[in-house]
Structures are given as structure tokens and as C-alpha cells.
């Protein structure tokens, strides 16, 4: 009966160790959180970062070119509005326009017009065309692709009439620019052309408005400012295309000039504007790729955009095969890790076993077990065997030391009382001699000793705590007497005291070092008429305190140390705990505490400090009081 009911106690103690997990199942488990999720989590975000970083890169560099080419664009257009400008300012043509217009001498004024024109058109390259409309009507042209003196190609296929130009033109005081559209056949090839047109501007009559000028240019001049911002490899272009538009939505320029002059995107709804133009590249073939990307600056004077489509394609194919290569260095690196974790915990936890068997035995009395290390077993788990071999000892040496505290701590107690009894001990033995002096009638020598006990009292009261300043005068009143009976009232002493800075509080025995210092080093060497000053007064946020002697003075060079903050020479060091003093004060007030010498050799010595206004301190207004 009895080894049945232990059976079934064994076989339920048997299910519950079951039911928990092992050291060893604990120990894969936490390798595989502290070393395989974070190896998967650093490949991830590397991925991300180089991708990033990439996309960055590409987009820079995108922008750059574009930018680039914009500035080129720029730069070549304008050198034909200052041509334009040359023209329409120029007096000869303005003369003869004038001439046309007032029909004077026409024929042979349009004849030397047109004359003129054509050497302009020379003059550059990609000028197919210049024609001047007057504001009745005339016209007079050259145009190269044209033999025909009488009609303009280009006007007629551009839809608007001469005085619908005119009208447009001239009611504007800049360049206006006309978008390319389809001007004429020429030697079997098509032309393609944009206008510049400005009225032309007689400086002599600003306001007459006679006639305009418009400036023909060949389209292949924006195609090759284009061409520059794209990838070109035996003609064709790679990954990239860059067009112009204007502000309708019609191609002012474009790799296949059979399609300048189309209109290509809707420009009343913007958020769809850069799929429109991927839609267009890629619906008639010039790119193919799944992935791009659209670039885009507006020239504001022209009303032109410059679009720069980038096929993106074979950078993401490029990201995504280096995507399958981490995953698969990421499977890789997780199988050798599991493996390596299966080892490494198998030799751990038999390294335990041997630890947790000696722990038994202990538990069971053998207080003497020891746990044998070997080669076999890690460096931390040998570790734990000798902590384990030496616990007994190291807890003996552990109660040695807990005893040899607490005898220090009562020590310290001790100490601590016999430091509390030490100043009542000094305050009665003066208040005993004071009671001495009064019955020999030696009344100096009491008030005299009444003087040091206050101070003690000030002093030794929580000594960095803060006072009211009429309670630290009254103090520096006492600390003064004294000094002046210990030099037999050799020096004079002047004190000042706004009535309204009384309230205000400072720190305790702030000023007494550098009182100190002007008496015993300002009037050393000095053997009459010493005087000490000491004035108090409020300024607008801060308690002005200038403590000036007529003492000997301090050379330049000590003065200048001490401003400073620097206290390595032995003359500034003899002057008594000046440093420290300053040091409090900065540590107390921070910026707004300021400390300023002002001293000259035999002229006596003048310090000047400031610090800010304080009301109320609560609970540290600290106050000496009787012991």
C-alpha cells in the first residue's frame, strides 16, 4: 500500500518536471533571442539603410543633373533674349519700323529691314526665323525655310493670325514665349519651332507701341540642352529622358519631335501630373521599366517645366537580387547558429550538473564537498565552482568583516556624540571666563569674549545656510570688534546699510574672507589713519556690497589673476582664502554671482560684489541661536 501511494507521488512529481521547460530548453531559447533575432534584425535594417542610401544617392544625383541642366538651359536661352533685346532696342530697326508704319520710303525701308534681319539671323545658330509685325498690319521676315517673301511658314501652322500676335505681344512689357509646334517641310525634313517676341521699344517714346519682333529658334536646341541631362550610348538614350512642357500640358521639346507640340498630361489636376508622364513614356515605348521616378523644375520666367523621368528599374532588380542574397546569408547564418547553440548549451549544461550534484550534497551535510574543474569545463561555470568550493570560507570571512563594520559604525556613533558635546563644551568655558571677567570689573575683556561666542555660534550653526543680511551685518559688526581689539583699534571701520536691502537674504560668513584679507594683508605695512568700509545697497534685480580699505594695495598683475579665477602665484596665494570665497559664490549663485577687484600698489583695494536678490529661503533661513 505504502509503495504504491510513493509510485504515484514519484510518477506526479515526474509529470510537473515535465510540464517545465529545461535549463537547456531555456538556454537555446535565449541564445536564439540574443543572437539570431538581432543577426536577422541588423541584415534587415542594413537592407533598409543601403536601400536608402541608394534611393538617396540616385534621387542626388537626379536632381544635380537636372539642376545642371537647368542652369545650361539658362544660360543658352538667355544669350537669345539678349540677342532679342539688341533688336527690339535697336534704333536703326526702330527707325525703319517707324518709317514702314508711316509710309515713308516703305519698299526700300522694308527692303533694308529685311536685310537686316538676315545678318541677325546668322549671327547664331538654331535661328530659323525673324519676324517683325507692325501695328498695321505689315509684315517683314527672313525665314531659312522659306522662299517665299510674302507668307511665313511657321505662322501658318502655328493657328493664330499676325495681329492676333500682335495684340498679345505687344501688350506686354517682357519676352513672351511662344510653345514649339510644327513650322514647316524643309529639304525632306520637318522643323520644329519656339518664338521669343518682344514689342519694340523706342527709348525716345517709351509708351509708342509700333510694332513686335518675334525670334523663331529651331526645337533641336532645347533637344540637345536635354540630351545632356541623359545617359547616351550609340544614340540611345539608357535610363532616363528629359523633356520640357509648358504650362498647358503641351511638349515644348522631346527626343521624338513628331510628338512636340502634343499635349501629353492634364495640368488641372496636379497630384496626377508625374503618373501622366510615366504613362506617356512608357504607353509609346521610349521606357519600358516597371520603376520610375519623375524629376521636375519649373522655370518661372519661361512658364516652361523641365521634366526629368528616370527608369529606375535596374536599380531596384539590382536591390532586390542583393535582398535575396541577405535572406539567404540570414538562413545560412541561423543554421550554423542553431547548431553552434546545441553544442554550446550541451557542454554548459553538463558543466551545471556537476555544480547542482555537489549543491545536493551539501544540502544533505557534507559541508565539505568540493566540485573538481576540468579543461572540459567553461571559464564561467568554473568560475561558479570555486565561488562554490569557497563559500564557507568566504562566509566566515563575511561574518568577520559584518562585525568588524558594526564595531566601526558604534565607533563612528561615538565620535559623532563626542563632536556634538565639543562646541557646548567651548560656548559654557566662555561663558565662565566672561562671568570671571565682569567680577574682576574687566568689562573689554568680557564684551570681547561675549564677541567670539556669537561668532562661534553664527559660525558653527549650519554654516553654509542662508540669513537675513541684517543678521549677517550684526555678525560682521561683532567679528569687526573683535579684529579691532586684537589690533587695539588700529583701523577705523565705516559700515553702510540700505535700510531697504535689511530683509534680504545671503549666505552665511560670505564676506568675512575678504574683510579678513583687508585687514590683516590691506593695512599690513601701513601704520596710520586705517579705515575699512563696508557700504550695502540694492540695485535694480541684484545687492550691490563694496568692502574698500585704504591699505597697501595690490599690483596689477595679482589683480588681474584674481579677476580671472586664476590663483597659482605665491602672492595671490597669500592673500587668505580669497579663491575659495569666490569659488562659493559662484557655486552659490551661479552666473549672477560676480566678485570684481579693483586695486592699486599703496592706493588700498576696493572689492565689488554682486549678487541677485532673494526674498524668502522657507525652510533654510537658518538663524544662530543660543546654546
Known sequence: ???????????????????????????????????????????????????????????????????????????????????????????????LVDKIVKREDVAVSRNQLRRTLRGIANVKPYIQCITVITDRGDIVFYDKLATSTTNIKWMENYGVTSMELYDTVSAMNQTDFLSTKYAAEFNSQSYYLFHMAHRIVDYKKINKKNGIIILSIDEQLLNEICSRNQGINNGEDLNNLTLITDNNGYLVSFKDSKRVGNKIIDTTIEDQQNQEYKNFVRTNGFLTGRFMKVYRIYDESRKW???????????????????????????????????????????????????????????????????????????????????????????GESIEKEKAAIKGQRQAEITALEAQINPHFIYNTLDTINWLAIDKEQYEISNAINSLAKILRYGVDKSNGVVEI???????????????????????????????????????????????????????????????????????????????????????????????GTDGSEEVNSHIGISNAIGRIRMYYGAAGLVKFISKSGEGTSIIINIPKVIGIGGNNNESGNS
Open 470 to 564: 541684517r543678521k549677517e551685518v550684526d555678525w560682521l559688526k561683532q567679528y569687526v570688534f573683535l579684529q579691532q581689539t586684537r589690533f587695539k583699534d588700529s583701523f577705523q571701520f565705516l559700515l553702510q546699510v540700505e535700510p531697504n536691502v535689511q530683509e534680504f537674504f545671503i549666505h552665511k560668513l560670505l564676506l568675512q574672507p575678504f574683510v579678513e584679507n583687508a585687514i590683516l594683508h590691506g593695512f599690513d605695512g601701513r601704520k596710520e589713519n586705517h579705515i575699512l568700509e563696508i557700504m550695502i545697497s540694492e540695485e535694480s534685480d541684484t545687492i550691490r556690497i563694496m568692502i574698500t580699505d585704504n591699505g597697501k594695495g595690490m599690483s596689477e598683475k595679482v589683480v588681474k589673476q584674481i579677476n580671472k
Open 305 to 395: 517645366s523641365i521634366i526629368n523621368i528616370s527608369d529606375q528599374s535596374n536599380i531596384i532588380g539590382q536591390m532586390t537580387n542583393q535582398q535575396k542574397l541577405i535572406i539567404m546569408v540570414i538562413v545560412l547564418s541561423v543554421f550554423l547558429l542553431i547548431i553552434i547553440i546545441i553544442f554550446v548549451t550541451n557542454h554548459l549544461t553538463s558543466s551545471i550538473g556537476q555544480i547542482v550534484k555537489a549543491m545536493k550534497a551539501v544540502e544533505n551535510g557534507k559541508l565539505t564537498t568540493q566540485v573538481k574543474a576540468g579543461n572540459h569545463m567553461p571559464v564561467e561555470v568554473e568560475i561558479i565552482a570555486d565561488q562554490f568550493n569557497h563559500m564557507i570560507t568566504e562566509l
Open 1 to 95: 500500500m505504502g509503495a504504491s501511494y510513493s509510485n504515484v507521488r514519484q510518477k506526479e512529481k515526474m509529470r510537473k518536471i515535465r510540464r517545465k521547460r529545461s535549463f537547456k530548453y531555456q538556454l537555446i531559447v535565449s541564445f536564439c533571442m540574443i543572437s539570431i533575432i538581432p543577426i536577422v534584425a541588423i541584415n534587415l535594417f542594413s537592407y533598409y539603410n543601403i536601400t536608402t542610401i541608394v534611393q538617396n544617392n540616385v534621387d542626388e544625383l537626379n536632381v544635380t543633373n537636372l539642376s545642371q541642366t537647368k542652369n545650361y538651359y539658362d544660360v543658352v536661352l538667355s544669350s537669345y533674349e539678349d540677342l532679342l533685346y539688341q533688336m527690339y532696342t535697336d534704333d536703326y530697326i526702330v527707325e
